[in-house]
Every structure is written in structure tokens, then in C-alpha cells.
């Protein structure tokens, strides 16, 4: 029975969510060609070093491509998280949900079906934001002449070593797996939680969401700063002693291990209210 | 097993205390058609959502064909609400094949059957009907399954009178032998002529459960007159 929900998930989602994920790939090719056109001509045109008119229409233009590509990006990862909670509580917690939960399967399948399902489109639409990032990367690095490039991708590399080495690398990939999940599974937690209030359901979702967001803000700061204190470099002023890679990685650690434990709380609190405190109107 | 519905002792309380269902011991025969009679408040939607799996008991227990409420028991009952509950971005052909894939008692002829009698083209989507036509589309879907129970919450209420005597003649018709089914309405006139047995509900307990041929035989009235009597005299 999961996977006849899984596919009757992908079925209502998937108009929506590819339509979503071809704009930002769309966004991201778009900007390869316009990023190396405009940055190539204001690097190399000689019309344009000598007219300051044109210069400045170019160069505004070349701004207002980055911010809107950047907003755009913004725009559709949200609409990504938006369309995903609507789903969530309207074929839930709506009128929706006397169907639903009628269904003859476990409410731990319901659930499961929706983490799978929205896990999939958020490692999806994060892979293809990357990738129209990279393209945009891409036209900015080819409108630069081959040596200019050599000597970019020399200093990104050089940096890349400073800061990474293959246990961060590592930890960088477990942190992309992981938290996609504890995003959706905090945001589930939240709408599950507010649809126990008996008239503004909605309301306690967001309210639940604050609060929720406020005591992972305390509790990551403690974590995070709180942990840097108390680094042997913390009193001191010399940071010959400070290792990048040593900080990143514990931090990552920390991080990693509090959102998984918080995916578990978030994961049997929601099984539980589904199982026995539903609040269907 | 003779019996489609056992409950002991079971008892609903809402947050605020208030017990909607209270210490209800009721077992309901299989193969009739019951009506489960009460007020505005009795405790109907309550109990029905209970057998349906939409509630938890605050006590007691509740077994369905002698199977405690779960996955189980709802791939038998097939459950009508009282309100849309279909997505209404689907077309009623997505929304047969969606019965289809999770009931395995759903006749998809059946259900187009009904559709051709009533005249309506499956490849509408629901939100471009009226509502008249979603709930005939609600009530032919929940029809279609050829379920052991069938839990109907208020099918006949807001409707016209032609209405009813359709969705009545479906439901009668529909209705495989041996299956059971529990009709929740307080327009009892209108059913009591379908109806074999009858629950009464009164302030969440169980104030009457018989056959109706007994009731009208020992108050010497139909089932819709003592109703009117009875919850008269509540009000008084």
C-alpha cells in the first residue's frame, strides 16, 4: 500500500513541482548565457570603456540579472516548501482528510508516503539549484579570457583546501541528505501540531513553526558559539591554533546529530497525533 | 461472526470534558440496514467517526467484524461523510481509479454505470460541478464498493426531496446480501421506510436499539412519531 500512495503522491505533486524545478533550471541557463554576454562586454567592449551611457546601462543590467536570478531561485524553492504544506494539510487536515485516513492503510504509511515523496522533490530541487548555480558560475567564468580562469579556479581550489578536507567533504554531503529532511519534517510537525487547535488550525501551525524556530535558534547558538568558547583559541590572541576543518567539522557533527534527534522527536509526535488525535472538522 | 459492529463500555470525551460518546455497550447485527437516530449533539458523527477510525476512544472498546478499528477494518467499511471530501482538482476518472488502487471491493463498472444514469461525464474535474453533482459523485464512490459495512453520515440532509428518494433507491440497491448498513439522519420519515433496525442516541447513550417492526408493533406509532415524542419531551 506505500507504494500505491507514493505514486498517488508523485501524481498530484508532480505537475507543479517539475513545472518549479524547470523554471530554475531555465533561471540558471538563462543566466549562463546573459552573465558571460553582459560580463564579457563590460570586461572587454571597447565601445562600452569609452561610452559612459552604455557602461552604465550594462553594467545596471548585469546587476539586475543577478538579482533577479537570485530572487527567482528564492522564489521557486519557496513555492517548492509552500505547494508541499499546502499538500500536507489540505489531503490531511482539511476536508480531505476523511478520505484519507479512511484509507485502509497504517497512518505511519500516510506519513511515510509524504516524508518520501517530499524528501525526493526537495533532494531534487536542491540538486537542480546547484546545478543553476553552477551554470550561472559557468557563464561568469567563461566570459573571463583562459588564463583569468586558471587563476580562479587556482584560488577557489586553493581555498577549497584550506577549509575542506574528505571528513568535511563528508560531513558536507551528510548535512545536504539530512537537512532537506529536517526541514520538511519540522514544517509537517508544525502543521500537525496546529491542527490540534480547534478553530484557527492554521494560526497554531505558524505559531507552532515560531516557537519551534525560536528554541532551535537557542539551542543551535549554545551549540554552535557556545561550543567556539570553549575552544583553547577562544581567550587567546593567537589563532596560529585555529584549524578551520577541526571547527567545521565538529560543528557540523553537533549539528547533524541535534537535527537528526530532532527528526526523530518531530517523526513519532506526528505518528502519534495522527494515530489517535486527529482534529477533523 | 453475526455481529458487523461490537462495542463495550466505549466512551468519547473531547478536550473540554464534554463526553460525546458515554459508556456505550452496542452490538449490531450484520446484513440489515440500521438507522442511527438522534438530535443535533446526540453523538452520531461522533460514533461514526470512531467505527470509521477518525477518532480515538477516550475508553472502552470498538471492533468491526471483530477486528479492533485499523487498516483492516476500513478495507471493509465503505464511509460516506457529511461533506465533500474528494479533491476537487481531480476528475471524476482520476478519482474511480484512485477507489480502484486502494479498495479491492470497488466495481469500477458499477461506478460507470451509475455515472451514465445520472449523466455525468467522468472526465469533468470535480470543482466544475455543482455541488449537487459532487455529492451524487461522493455517494456513487462510496456505493460502488461492495463493502460488508457501510457507514452513511447524514446522506439525505440538505437535499430535495427528489434527491433523497435517488440517493435511497441507490443505497438500497446497491447494497450486496449479507452487507450492513448504518444510516446516521434526523429526517427519519423519509427512511424509516428502508430502515430494518434503529439506534437511538440520546445525549451520547444508547436510549433504544430494535427492530422498527417491534417499535411500531410495542408504541403502537412509526419510529418517526416516538422520535418527535421523545426528544419533545427532552425539550420540555
Keep these: ?281 | 461472526m453475526n455481529e458487523i459492529l461490537t462495542c463495550y463500555g466505549l466512551t468519547k470525551r473531547y478536550s473540554n470534558g464534554f463526553p460525546a460518546i458515554d459508556n456505550i455497550t452496542l452490538n449490531l447485527n450484520a446484513g440489515r440496514i440500521i438507522g442511527l437516530l438522534g438530535p443535533n449533539g446526540s453523538g452520531k458523527t461522533t460514533l461514526i467517526k470512531m467505527i470509521c477510525g477518525l477518532l480515538t476512544p477516550t475508553a472502552g472498546s470498538l471492533y468491526v467484524a471483530g477486528l479492533p478499528v485499523g487498516p483492516q477494518t476500513k478495507a471493509i467499511i465503505s464511509y460516506l461523510p457529511d461533506q465533500t471530501y474528494l479533491n476537487d482538482w481531480m476528475t471524476v476518472h482520476q478519482i474511480i481509479d484512485y477507489f480502484a488502487d486502494f479498495y479491492a471491493d470497488f466495481d469500477v463498472m458499477r461506478a460507470y454505470e451509475m455515472l451514465t444514469g445520472l449523466q455525468i461525464d467522468p472526465n469533468n474535474r470535480l470543482k466544475t460541478m455543482s455541488k449537487g453533482t459532487r455529492e451524487k459523485v461522493q455517494l456513487i464512490l462510496v456505493m460502488s464498493r461492495r463493502a460488508r459495512f457501510y457507514v452513511l453520515d447524514e446522506p439525505i440532509a440538505g437535499v430535495d426531496p427528489a434527491a433523497r428518494d435517488y440517493i435511497l433507491s441507490t443505497i438500497v440497491s446497491n447494497v450486496d446480501p449479507g452487507a450492513t448498513v448504518l444510516i446516521s439522519t434526523h429526517l427519519i420519515s423519509d427512511i424509516e421506510h428502508v430502515l430494518h433496525e434503529a439506534v437511538f442516541l440520546q445525549q451520547g447513550r444508547v436510549a433504544l436499539y430494535d427492530a422498527v417492526e417491534n417499535i411500531r408493533k410495542r408504541e403502537g406509532k412509526s419510529v418517526d412519531e416516538l422520535f418527535r415524542e421523545v426528544y419533545r419531551c427532552l425539550g420540555n
Design chain 1, 1 to 281: 500500500m506505500l507504494g500505491k500512495l507514493i505514486r498517488h503522491e508523485f501524481k498530484a505533486t508532480w505537475k507543479i513541482l517539475l513545472l518549479l524545478n524547470a523554471v530554475t533550471l531555465g533561471a540558471g541557463v538563462a543566466c549562463f548565457f546573459v552573465m558571460n554576454t553582459l560580463h564579457g562586454y563590460m570586461e572587454n567592449g571597447d565601445e562600452l570603456i569609452s561610452n559612459n551611457v552604455l557602461r552604465m546601462l550594462v553594467t545596471s543590467s548585469y546587476v539586475t540579472w543577478f538579482i533577479l536570478y537570485f530572487l527567482s531561485i528564492f522564489a521557486v524553492n519557496l513555492g517548492t516548501v509552500l505547494f508541499l504544506m499546502i499538500r500536507y494539510y489540505r489531503s490531511l487536515y482539511s476536508k480531505e482528510g476523511y478520505l484519507t485516513f479512511t484509507l485502509p492503510v497504517g497512518t505511519q504509511e500516510i506519513l511515510h508516503a509524504k516524508l518520501i515523496t517530499g524528501y525526493v522533490w526537495s533532494i531534487g530541487g536542491g540538486l537542480i539549484t546547484m546545478l543553476s548555480i553552477l551554470l550561472m558560475l559557468l557563464g561568469l567564468l567563461f566570459s573571463f579570457t583562459p588564463f583569468e580562469q586558471q587563476e580562479i579556479l587556482q584560488e577557489v581550489g586553493d581555498f577549497a583546501n584550506l577549509i575542506l578536507n574528505p571528513a568535511t567533504l563528508l560531513l558536507f554531503v551528510l548535512f545536504g541528505l539530512v537537512m532537506p529532511l529536517y526541514g520538511l519534517i519540522s514544517i509537517y510537525f508544525c502543521i500537525t501540531v496546529g491542527q490540534l487547535w480547534q478553530k484557527h488550525k492554521i494560526a497554531g501551525a505558524i505559531l507552532c513553526y515560531i516557537a519551534l524556530n525560536f528554541v532551535n535558534r537557542v539551542i543551535m547558538s549554545f551549540l554552535t558559539i557556545g561550543r567556539m568558547m570553549l575552544l583553547p583559541f577562544a581567550f587567546s590572541d593567537d589563532l596560529s591554533d585555529f584549524r578551520f576543518s577541526s571547527y567545521y567539522n565538529g560543528t557540523l557533527i553537533t549539528t547533524l546529530l541535534f537535527s537528526v534527534i530532532s527528526c526523530a522527536v518531530f517523526y513519532f509526535v506526528i505518528r502519534y497525533i495522527n494515530a489517535n488525535k486527529v482534529n477533523l472538522d
